[in-house]
């Protein structure tokens, strides 16, 4: 896969509203970069890669962990739970995955809390009809804290007595929000506080400053890939707001997110379903409430890598996959999941909405104001061929390569890698 990558920092982000398959495509890459970052998000995030039926999910570890010889770094831009980290890195040393010099952690990462994941909980239960359908991660309140200025950051578990006093006045701050406004229990800082000087000692041979460890391999000419997680149309700015999650997704944020200047990342790699999936609440124009929905469900296994919940499934968006190549500045996409289309007859690719009598092939920014959306369709035929077992470009059924072609028109970039299965040998490298 050296081709596609081009000797280049390369920022691989998902163009849509996550589970593009981002986390299979990052493994592949692996092999040609010596760093792999995650700059945003947290355990909100399910990364799943499948080497030889053994089947890894990957929540804050970046997906290049699997192979040998890599460092993997958490960035300043995630939100860390200590506890799934711990719970990971034990996870992966089961399946005799080496985890210890090769994984950095940003000390000036913020750290999820109890009081987080409560928050995350309580808001949405009151909710109601209006939730957002969170992972319940605790990710929001988080980074609502952070840019509040009342976060914690790693560093501080390392001054207990600093760390101490901080954390007795935020909890009794969120004890006054639990009790008052949500009628639930207080928490205890006494017992946060034991445990996350626990959680110290464990994680502290991984933590360091990963911004000079990332400028001296950047100098010794290393090479970086920086793994997005969530989708671009999740994005807190770009996406469908207020149905989001709470951090910069797209390429601009893995500079935000790791220290990196901006002009280190060379090139945007976009990952896309060859149809859409969306979970958690929030508008969806070209979702199919139907047989075929439930199809794609089946056949894509389409539930949540995190929470297991059945996804929503629908045609390929070309008008908000577009809005997303935008403001990713994307150099080149890859396909996912084609295979999951094997079967149709036909298959439709939305390229305009529709509000009133109007039809618009701008992403409005309003969308989640807008329920009266109707998606308009362009109609191409399938291809009806097992592609799962395709490696080479010359095997490409002539209809599948008509669809990665009308694609590639309408959205303006080249599709340079195509998947066909989960395993990490289902690829064909269009290049
Ligand atoms: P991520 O969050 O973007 O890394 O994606 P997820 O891991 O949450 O979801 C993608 C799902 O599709 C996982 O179950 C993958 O194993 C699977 N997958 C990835 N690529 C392909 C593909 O080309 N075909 C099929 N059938 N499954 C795939
Ligand atoms: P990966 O990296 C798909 C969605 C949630 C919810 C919204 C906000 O695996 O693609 P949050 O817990 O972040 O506050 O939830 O964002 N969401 C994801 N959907 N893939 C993800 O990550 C997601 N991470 C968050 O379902 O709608
Ligand atoms: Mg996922």
Known sequence: MENLTMGSNTCLVGLQWGDEGKGKIVDILTESFDIIVRYQGGSNAGHTVIVNNEKFVLHLIPSGILRKNKYCIIGSGVALDPLQLLEEIAELRKKNIEVGDNLRISEIAHLVFPYHKKLDELSESEKGDEKIGTTRRGIGPCYTDKMARTGIRVADLYHPEHFKQRLKKIVEEKNRIFVRLYNADALSWEDIYDTYCAYAEQIKPYVCNTVVFMDDA??????????????????????????????????????????????????????????????????????????????????????????????????????????????????????????????????????????????????????????????????????????????????????AKSYINTLEKILGIRVEMLSVGPDRGQIVNLL
């Open 218 to 399: 950047i100098k010794a000419k290393k090479k970086v890939l920086f793994e997005g997680a969530q989708g671009s149309l999740l994005d807190v700015d770009f996406g469908t707001y207020p149905f989001i999650t709470s951090s910069s997704v797209t390429a601009g944020g893995a500079a935000v997110g790791t220290g990196i200047c901006p002009k280190q990342i060379h090139k945007v790699l976009g990952v896309m379903k060859s149809y859409t999936t969306r979970v958690g609440s929030g508008p969806f124009p070209s979702e199919l409430n139907d047989e075929l929905g439930e199809y794609l469900r089946k056949k894509g296994g389409e539930y949540g890598a995190t929470t297991g919940r059945p996804r929503r499934c629908g045609w390929f968006d070309a008008v908000a996959v577009k809005h997303a190549i935008m403001v990713n500045g994307v150099d080149g996409a890859v396909l996912t999941k084609l295979d999951v289309l094997d079967e149709q007859k036909t298959i439709k690719i939305c390229v305009g909405y529709k509000f009133a009598d109007k039809v618009y092939d701008l992403f409005p920014t309003d969308l989640a104001a807008r329920p009266d959306c109707q998606p308009v369709y362009k109609e191409v035929p399938g291809w009806q061929k097992d592609t799962s077992k395709m490696r080479d470009i010359r095997d490409i059924p002539s209809q």
